[in-house]
Nanobody
Framework: QLYLVESGGGLVHPGGSLRLSCAAS????????IGWFRQFPGKEREGVSV????????NYADSVKGRFTISKDNAKNLVFLQMNNLKPEDTGVYSC?????????????????WGPGTQVVVYS
């Protein structure tokens, strides 16, 4: 059984930082591209960032470039999303998702399985 579990969400003020983790079980992350997505109530899920199976390629949504960094530790089967200079519009449920391929984009249809998500709230 393949599954992903996110952690690291929480409450933070604007300008603050959080580091999200995505732990994988039942799979080896070096065979999967992993993406991070977020969703605010009433809005569609949007892609935030993606990292290739080997970890050598990354991509980001324009809204987070320069503030968020995705990384991967295949030996520990973990993917991270470092989020700096957080803004209220970054609030949402953040989920990681896996695609059994080298690299994919930020479309939800490109992924095969999802974690349940972790809540991030940025408030003044």
């Amino acid at each position: 059984q393949l599954y992903l579990v996110e952690s690291g969400g929480g409450l933070v003020h604007p300008g603050g930082s959080l580091r999200l983790s995505c732990a994988a079980s039942g799979l080896s992350l070096d065979e999967f591209a992993i993406g991070w997505f977020r969703q605010f109530p009433g809005k569609e899920r949007e892609g935030v960032s993606v990292i290739s199976d080997s970890g050598d390629r990354t991509n980001y949504a324009d809204s987070v470039k320069g503030r968020f960094t995705i990384s991967k530790d295949n030996a520990k089967n973990l993917v991270f999303l470092q989020m700096n200079n957080l803004k209220p519009e970054d609030t949402g449920v953040y989920s990681c998702a896996g695609a059994r391929t080298t690299m994919v984009g930020l479309g939800t249809w490109e992924y095969d399985f999802w974690g349940p998500g972790t809540q991030v709230v940025v408030y003044s």
